[in-house]
C-alpha cells in the first residue's frame, strides 16, 4: 500500500501550479511507496489562496508561512516563492525536519545557497531542487547515451535559453507578476532565472565547469515599478553569454536572452563528441536528434528520435500513453515527484539536492562576476 | 459554483485512462459550471476494475454496466469498450435517459449509428463522440482561420493516418488488447479506427463529402486468434486509401495504414486554398503550418506556428502554461470535457454529437463498399 | 582522349536552358570518353535562336528542325519542343540515324510512343529521354538503398508533385511561354507535365505497375487564349490523384495539382518497407529522409541525410565540392549527360529509354481513361 | 557587345576549380559589359597545372607567377594560393596595373593586409576578396530586409560554423591538400579559415565591431606533418569562440570548430531585431527561416522563405531556373563575379574590397590576441 506524503506548498503562482498538477497526477501514472496528499497552501492573501486550494484540492490553506512549517501534519515543503525568500523559508523548514522541494535556483547567491545546504544537511531532511527539465524524457535519454558512452570523448557543450518576452519599453518591473525583472527579488535576471536551467542540465551531463569569460547586458536600462509606479533602473541582465571549460576539457558556451524575438521559451542544448552528437529543444520537446558516425557512410544523418516510445526503450514514457503521442511541458514535473517519491521509499536522495544545485549557484556567480570584471573567473 | 457530474466510465483501456486523467484535471485549468465526479467505472473483472478505481479515484466499481446505467446516482455514461458494444449500451443509457459520452466510432456501421441517434434524439440525452483531435489547439485553430476565410475557395484536402505497429506477422489478433486487429469486435482495420479520426476532421473544416473511391488491402493474410489459439483469416483492412469529392468543389484524398514503417502515429492534413494553406501533423501537434499568399512576396513562406500563446491568442491555451511551453496529446480530452461541460450548462449541444458522427459512420462505410466494388460510391 | 559529340539542339525554352547548361559542364566536372560540342541549334525566329546560340556558345543556327537533322556534322538531336512535335522530330531524327536526346513525357499518348520507340528500335539510334530526377544524387541513392534490399519487402510507394502557378483565372493559356496550358500542345496537364516524373520515378524504384484508379479535375474551366485572344475552353487536367498496385504488391499513392498554394515545386516520394522507409522532397533535393527499423530502439529516428558527401559514398558527389556543399536542380541534368556518355563509351544502352519512358506513357494514359470511367484501369 | 576580361588564375586547387566554373557560366546567365576568357592558370607543375588549363579551357599556363603577372595579355590576376603567399602576389599584381580577385581571408595578418590595401589603393587597381557567401540569394535577401528596416532595433547578432573533418588523430598536418591545417601557410586555423567568412558577413549585415573577448582550442597537439613525415606540434586553433560587442550596441557571438561530429560545413547566423528575425543555414542555403512580430498574433510564426522565386522577388533567382527549384553553393561565386563584372562596367568599386576584408582580419587579430591574452580587445 502506497504511503501519504503530506505536502505543504508556500507560493501559488506559475510554479504552484506546475507543482500542484505534478502531485495531483502521479499516482494515476506511477504505482509508487508514497502518495502526494496536498494538505496545505500557504500565501499571504487569504482570498486567492482559497480559491487556489479549492481548485487543486488543497485540504487547508496558511497565510503565514512559518505556521505552515509549523504544522505538524506537513511532511514536506514544497518552496515556490521569489528567490529572495528561499534561504529563510529553507531554513526554518530544515530547522523543523521537514523535506524540502524547492524551486530553482536555490538561493540568490552561492553564500546563501551555501547555508541553506548546511541547513538541510545538518537537519538531515531529504531535499531536492526544481530543475525540472532533467525529466523531460529526451533529456533523460541523452544523459543514458552520454553514460553509456555513446559520444565518446567530448568536444563540445553548447546550451541556450531564448526568449523575446522583454523587448517592450513599456513592461514594468517588479511585484506579483514581473518580480523576475526586479532585481531585489530575483536576484538576477536571465542568469538566474534561464541560464541556471542550462548550467544544471550541463553539469549534469558533461560534468563540474573550471573556469567562465561572460559578458552581460541591460537593453531597457529603465522601466517602471509596478509597486512603487516610479521610473527605476533596472538592476538584472537582460542578455547574457558566458564561454567555459569543463573539467573533461570540452568547451562550453551559453547564451540567454529575453530579447530574442521569435523565440518563446527555446531552451537548446547541444554535444559534440568524437563519435556522436546530441541536439535538444525546448520547443520540441519529445524530440532528440542525434547523429552517429559509426552509421554506414552513405547512411549518416541527423536522427530525429520521437522520444515517445512506450516500449520501454524510452525513459518514462511506458508510463504513458503510446508511441507517437506526445507529452508536454508539465509532465517534466511529474517524473520529477515520481523519481522523489521513488528515492524516498528507497531511502536514497534523488538529485538535483541543494548541494548539486549550489554548484550551479556558484557558476551563475562566476558569470555574474566575470561579467562584472571582463575576465575569466575560475570555479572552485 | 460549481456542480457536480457524476460520471459512470464502462471499460478502462487505453481510452478510459485518457478519459479519466480528462475529467481529473479539467477543474484544475478550467472555470467551469460542472465538474466531472468519478462516481464509477465498470468492468467485467472485479479485481481489475477496482484497482483501476483506486489508481484513478472512482468512487465505486460495476462488473454489470446494466447496473451502472441503472444507478441513480449516475449522470452521465462514458462508453469506452469495443466498437461491438457500443449500439447496446447507448441503446440502454438513453432509454435510462443518462447523457452519454461515446469513444470513436460512433458504431460498427451506419444502420448501427442511426439507431444510436435516434435513440438519443427520442430520448432527448445529450450525447457526444469522443473525435478529441478537433481539440488539439492548433486543428483547433486551423477551424478558426478557415471559418475566418482566410484560406478562400478550397481546392485540396488530403489526410493521412500512418502507422507501423502491425508489420510483423507474429502479432495475433483478437483479446483485450488486439481487439483493434479482429473485424468482429472493431468492424474493420484502419478505416473505422483511423481514418474515421481524419474524416471526422475534414467534414468538421472542409464540409460534407459527396463521393468516393476507395481501394483497401489486408498486407497479413492470416493471423493467430489470441481468443482461440488458432490461424485464423484476417478480416480487417490494413491500409485504406480513398478519393473524394468535397460538396465544395475540392478534391479530397486519404490514406491510412499500418504499414508505413517509421510512422507511430502520424495524423497529418493539408488544406489548399486559394489565398492560403495550412498543414498540421500529430507528430508535432503544437504546430500549426501556414502559407499566405497574400504576404509580401519576398516573404512568402510557410510559418511554422508555435500554437502555444497563452496571451488568448491561441485557442485553449490561455489555460495552460507560458508561450513556447507545449501540451501534449492528452489535453485535446481535457479540452473535450471542458467544451461539452461548458455546452451543459449553456444547455446547448457540443459536437460531435452522435448525429455528427454518424456523418462520419456513413463515409466509412461508403469507403468500405467502394473498396469492395472497385467503383465510386456517392453518399447521401 | 575524349572523343567530340555534335549537339544539334532543337528548340531553346526553359529545357533548351537547362540541356544547353549540362553540355557546357559536364566535361569540367566528368572525366569522360566523350565530350558535347555545341554543334547547332534550331528555332523558327532567326533572331532569337542567334542570341541564344551567342549565349551558350553553339557554333551555328537553323530555323529549320528538318535541315538540323539533315546535317553531317550532328551526331545527336536533342528535341527540347512542346510534346505535339516529339514524335515527328524523332521519327526523322531516327530514320537519318541521329543519336536522339528527348524532353519528357515521350510523346502525347501510348500509340504515339510505340511509334518512336519501334523508329529507334529499327534503326538502332541510340536514345534516352530526359527523365532527370533519377539523377538527384538523394534519389540515386535511394535506388541503391533499394537495390540493396535495405527496405525488405515493399509496402506502400506515394509521390506527389505540387504547385500553385495557375491558380490566378486571370492567366491565359498556350502560346510559347503557356503551352503546357494547352491540352493541343501537351496533350494533358499535370498528368504529362508532372505525374510523369513521379511514374519514371516510381517505376524505376519499385518496378511496374498492374492498374490504375484515377480522379482529374479541372479548377478553372475556361480561360483566354494567347494565340487566338479568345476565352476558351480549359482542355488540360489542373489536378489529377490516382491509387495503383505494383506488380510486386505494395500499394501506390499519387497526386498532382497546380492549385497548392505555398507549393512551387515541391515532387516529393515517401517508399514504406518492411525495414525500412525513405523519403525524398525536390524542394531539399540535397537531402535523403531514411528510417531503419534495424537501429537500435531508443535510437530510431528519422535521419535527414545530407547527401554531399564527396568521398565517394554519395552518388555523383565526389565529382562536385566538398561534404556539406550542395548542388541544385540543373545538376541532375549533367548527370544524366555524363551517364549518357558514359554509356556511349562503352557501347551499352542508358535509361530511361524510348521503351523504358514509353511505360510511364501508358500509365499516363491509363490514368487519364480512368479518371474520364470513373473505374479501375489495367495496364498492360 | 560585352567586352573581354582576361583572366589569369594563380593556383588550382578547390578554390580554383569554384572560381573557374564561375568565371564559364556567367555569361550564360548573366547579361553584361564584360565577360571573362581564361586566358592562363599558373601552379608550379606544369604538368598538373595542363591538365588543368584542358579541363576548365584556359588558353595557356604558366609555372611561374611573375611570368603570368607580367603578361599584357592578362587584365585580371585571381590568386587561388595558400595565405602565407597572397600579400606578395597581390603587391607584384598590383604593381603591374592588374585588376586583382582575391582568396579569403586577405592576408596571414592586418599588418601584411594592410600593405596590400595601401599597394592597391596606391596603383588605383579594382579589387575584391572572394566572401562568396555574401552573394547566397537568402544572404542578400537579409542584407535587403535589414537595409529596409525590417528588424528594427538589433540586439543579438550570432553565427557559427561548425564541421567535423579533423576529428581523426590520423590526419596528418601541412602539405597540398591539408595546408589549412599548417600555421606556417594558413596563419591560423578556423578563425581565419571559417570566422572570417562569419565575420565578413557580420560587419556586412550589422555593421562594425568595436571589442571581442575569444577563446580557442587545440584538441589534437600533435601531427605528423605531411613534408617533413615527423610528428610535430600543431599551431592552429582547432576551434575558436569569441563574444563581441558591435557599433550599433548589439552583442555578438560567434563560434566555429572542426570538431562538431555531424555537422560538415553547417554556417549559421542569426540576427534578432525589435520587430523580426532572420536565420540562415548554409546546409540549406536555399532557404532564409524570417519571424515577424508585426505579423497577426495567432499566425505568427517561423517563416521558412524558400528563396527560389524567378519572378523578381528574390535577389538572382531571375537569372536561374523556375519557383521551387533551388541553386547550390557554387553559384555564390557567379553571382560574385557577375557583380564584379557589373561594377567594372559601371566604373564602380564592388565589396568586399581589400580594404573592406582588412576590416575581417583586424577583427580576427583581434581575436587570436584576445584567446592569447585571456581578455577583451578593442579593435580601431
Sequence with gaps: MSKPLNIGMIGYGFMGRAHSNAYNRVSNFFELDYHPVL???????????????????????????????????????????????HKEIALAAAAAGKIILCEKPLAMNAAEGEEMCQAVEKAKVTNIVWYNYRRVPAVSLAKKLIDDG????????????????????????????????????????????????????????????????????????????????????????????????????????????????????????????????????????HRLEYFDHRDEGRLRGWRSIHVTDAGGDHPYMDHWWVPGLQIGYEHSFVHQVADFLTGLGKG?????????????????????????????????
Excluded at 66 to 85: Q, T
Excluded at 192 to 197: E, M, Q, R, V
Design 150 to 285: 555513446k559520444l565518446g570523448r567530448i568536444f563540445h557543450y553548447r546550451a541556450n535559453f531564448l526568449q523575446d518576452w522583454t523587448i517592450s519599453t513599456d513592461l514594468p518591473q517588479g511585484g506579483t507578476a514581473l518580480w523576475r525583472l526586479d532585481a531585489a527579488a530575483a536576484g538576477s535576471g536571465v542568469t538566474g532565472d534561464l541560464l541556471a536551467h542550462c548550467i544544471d542540465t550541463a553539469i549534469w551531463l558533461n560534468g563540474g565547469i573550471k573556469d567562465v569569460n561572460a559578458m552581460t547586458e541591460t537593453f531597457v536600462k529603465e522601466r517602471t515599478h509596478q509597486l512603487t509606479g516610479k521610473v527605476e533602473k533596472v538592476g538584472i541582465d537582460d542578455a547574457c553569454t558566458f564561454m567555459c571549460h569543463f573539467d573533461n576539457g570540452s568547451l562550453g558556451l551559453f547564451e540567454s536572452t529575453r530579447y530574442a524575438r521569435g523565440h518563446k521559451a527555446l531552451y537548446t542544448f547541444e554535444i559534440n563528441g568524437e563519435h556522436a552528437s546530441i541536439k535538444w529543444d525546448l520547443h520540441d520537446l
Design 39 to 85: 494538505k496545505a497552501v500557504c500565501a499571504r492573501s487569504a482570498d486567492q489562496v482559497k480559491a487556489f486550494a479549492e481548485k487543486w484540492g488543497y485540504e487547508s490553506t496558511e497565510t503565514d508561512w512559518r505556521k505552515l512549517i509549523e504544522r505538524k501534519d506537513i511532511d514536506a515543503v514544497d518552496i515556490c516563492v521569489p528567490n529572495n525568500l
Design 348 to 380: 536514497e536522495p534523488v538529485g538535483p539536492t541543494f548541494r548539486d544545485a549550489l554548484e550551479t549557484q556558484k557558476i551563475c556567480d562566476a558569470v555574474l562576476s566575470s561579467a562584472q570584471k571582463g575576465s575569466w573567473v575560475k570555479l572552485g
